[in-house]
C-alpha cells in the first residue's frame, strides 16, 4: 500500500492525554505534523494542551526553539471529544492504560471511524502488540510503537511488527518517529520488546544479590555505579520508576515467556510491591527518605589501616593475576612470587564467575586467609572484595585495608559467583544475546535501544565486547555449575562467539 509518511498534511491522533500522551502530542506537534487528542477523562485533553504549551515556551526560553516555531506547532493541536472525531487521521496513537481489553475494545472502534489506509498504533510497554491487534478485522495495519517517558527527553521510539503488520506500516512509522526527531528501532513482537527485557537483567540480578544476603542495597548500587559505570544503580532506578511499575512488567514478562528462568521475578520486589512500599512516590522503598525527599543511606565504614604484611596472588588466572599485580605492585604491597603462598601471607584470588569458596577449595588454598577480588572491570573508582565463609577476619581486614590504602573506596561482599558487577553485566549481555537468536532485532540496534532507552555506559553487545566475550561466557557457565539455575546458562548466539573469539556484534549471513 502506498502511504506517504512524509506529507506535510499528515494527522496524528492520539488517545491518552496522560504522562505518555502529552509527550507524545509534543514531539508530533513540534515535528510538523497536526495532532487531534482526545482522553475519556474530561478536561484530560485541554490539560495536555495547556501543559504542551508550557514545555515549547520552556524550549523557547532555552533557546532550543524559536517563538514562532513554538507558536506553529502549539496551533497545530486541537482537542476533541472522542475517537469518533478522529476520522480524518492518518495515524492515530493509543497511550491509555495497560489494559488489554481497554485497547483492544478502543481499537475495534477506531477500525469502524478512520480510513482503511490509516495506521493504527499502540503504545504499551509490556502487552503483546500480536495480542491486541488479535481481535481486529485489520490487524495487518496494526502495529507498536513504544515511546520512553519523559518523551520529549528520551530519543528511542521502539517499532513493534506483530506477527501480521505489513512492512509498509512499519516502514512508514520509522519515518514518522524520525519527523518527530526521535531514533526509531525496529523489532518484531516479543514480551518487554528490547529495553524492558535487557532491563530484567539489571534489576531482577540486582534483587536476587539482595535476597541473597550478598550485599545491601546501597552496596549494589555504588558497585554498579563507581565499578560498573552506570548512571544510576538498579534499587536507585527502581526507587524512581516505582515498583507499581517495574514489578507487574516483570511478572508478565516472565509469564509471557512460559516462565523462562532468565526472567524470574524476586521476593524482594513481590513483598514490597504488596506492602505499597514503592519507592520515592511512597517515601519508603529500598530506601528511607529524609524531608527533602534525599535517600538516608549510612556512610561506608572507615578502611582498617593499611595492611604491610606479605601478600600472594593466585595465577590460576592469568588476566586477573596480572592486573591485581600491578595495581599492588604500584602500591607497595609486599608481594611473595613463589608457586605457593607463605605461611602466613594473605592469599588473592580473582575469580571470574566463581565464588571465594570454589576458588580456595578447587586450588588448594587456605581458605581461611583467601580473599577473592574482583579485576574483571576497572579498579580505578572502586574495588570489590569477597571472602569465603571461614576466612579469619584478620585476613578480610587485611584485604580491605590494603585495597583502600591509595584512597579508593571498597565493597566488601559475601561469597557469590560472579561478584555484584559480574553477575548483573553478563546477565545484561546474556538476555542480549537471546534477544538477538530470537531473531527479535538486529545487534547493533539493540545496543542503540539499550544505551537511549536505559542510559546504560553500552549494549549489551558493546559491553560483552569491552569485557570480553569469552570472559562473560566463563562468568556465566561459572554461575551455572556452582548454583545449578538455568537462569545463568549461557545463550548460544554468546557461547558461538565467544568459542570462535569474534564480536558479539557478529551477525550471520
Not at 115 to 143: E, H, M
Not at 465 to 490: A, C, F, K, Q, S
Amino acid at each position: 500500500m502506498s502511504f506517504d509518511a512524509n506529507r506535510p498534511d499528515l494527522t496524528i491522533g492520539v488517545i491518552g492525554a496522560g504522562a505518555m500522551g502529552r509527550g507524545i502530542v509534543q514531539v508530533a506537534a513540534a515535528g510538523g505534523m497536526k495532532v487531534l487528542v482526545a482522553d475519556s477523562r474530561p478536561g484530560a485533553a485541554l490539560e495536555a494542551r495547556e501543559f504542551v504549551g508550557k514545555m515549547l515556551t520552556r524550549a523557547v526560553e532555552k533557546g532550543s526553539i524559536t517563538q514562532d516555531e513554538a507558536t506553529a506547532a502549539i496551533n497545530r493541536v486541537q482537542i476533541v471529544n472522542s475517537p469518533a472525531e478522529m476520522k480524518s487521521c492518518h495515524v492515530v496513537i493509543e497511550a491509555i492504560v495497560e489494559n488489554l481489553e481497554a485497547k483492544r475494545q478502543l481499537f475495534g472502534e477506531l477500525e469502524n471511524i478512520v480510513a482503511p489506509d490509516c495506521i493504527l498504533a499502540t503504545n504499551t510497554s509490556s502487552l503483546s502488540v500480536t495480542t491486541i491487534a488479535a481481535g481486529l478485522k485489520t490487524p495487518q495495519r496494526f502495529a507498536g510503537f513504544h515511546f520512553f517517558n519523559p518523551v520529549p527527553l528520551m530519543k528511542l521510539v521502539e517499532v513493534i511488527d506483530g506477527l501480521l503488520t505489513e512492512n509498509w506500516v512499519s516502514e512508514a512509522l520509522m519515518v514518522i518517529g524520525r519527523r518527530m526527531t526521535r531514533e526509531p528501532v525496529r523489532l518484531t513482537d516479543a514480551p518487554g520488546f528490547l529495553v524492558n527485557q535487557v532491563g530484567r537483567g539489571f534489576t531482577l540480578e540486582a534483587a536476587h544479590l539482595a535476597y541473597e544476603g550478598i550485599a545491601s542495597f546501597a552496596d549494589v548500587d555504588r558497585v554498579m555505579r563507581d565499578v560498573g559505570g552506570f548512571r544510576m544503580g538498579p534499587f536507585e532506578l527502581m526507587e524512581l520508576t516505582g515498583l507499581d511499575v517495574t514489578q507487574p512488567a516483570s511478572e508478565l514478562i516472565y509469564n509471557q515467556f512460559f516462565q523462562e528462568p532468565r526472567y524470574r521475578p524476586n521476593l524482594i520486589m513481590r513483598s514490597r510491591y504488596e506492602a505499597g512500599v514503592l519507592g520515592r512516590k511512597t517515601r519508603k522503598g529500598f530506601y528511607d527518605y529524609d524531608a527533602q525527599m534525599k535517600p538516608i543511606i549510612a556512610p561506608e565504614p572507615d578502611a582498617p589501616a593499611a595492611y604491610a604484611g606479605h601478600v600472594w596472588v593466585s595465577p590460576a588466572e592469568p588476566q586477573g593475576h596480572k592486573v591485581l599485580t600491578e595495581l599492588l605492585t604500584k602500591m607497595g604491597a609486599r608481594l611473595e612470587t613463589g608457586p605457593k603462598p607463605g605461611a602466613n601471607a594473605l592469599i588473592l584470588v580473582t575469580p571470574v564467575g566463581e565464588d571465594a569458596t570454589t576458588c580456595a577449595v578447587e586450588q588448594e588454598l587456605d581458605p581461611k586467609r583467601t580473599v577473592a577480588v574482583d579485576t574483571l572491570f576497572p579498579m580505578a573508582k572502586r574495588r570489590t572484595i569477597m571472602a569465603t565463609p571461614v576466612t579469619d577476619h584478620v585476613y578480610r581486614n587485611a584485604a580491605h585495608g590494603l585495597f583502600a590504602s591509595d584512597g579508593v573506596p571498597v565493597t566488601i561482599c559475601r561469597d557469590s559467583p560472579g561478584f555484584i558487577a559480574q553477575r548483573i553485566v553478563a546477565m545484561i549481555v546474556n538476555i542480549g544475546c537471546s534477544i538477538a537468536q530470537s531473531r527479535t532485532a538486529q545487534p547493533a540496534d539493540i545496543d542503540k535501544a539499550v544505551t537511549l532507552g536505559l542510559n546504560y555506559p553500552h549494549g549489551p553487545f558493546k559491553f560483552g565486547d569491552v569485557i570480553g566475550p569469552e570472559r562473560i561466557h566463563r562468568v556465566l557457565t561459572n554461575m551455572y555449575r556452582i548454583y545449578g539455575d538455568p537462569r545463568y546458562r549461557p545463550n548460544i548466539w554468546l557461547t558461538r562467539r565467544a568459542r570462535l573469539g569474534v564480536s558479539l556484534l557478529t551477525s550471520e549471513s
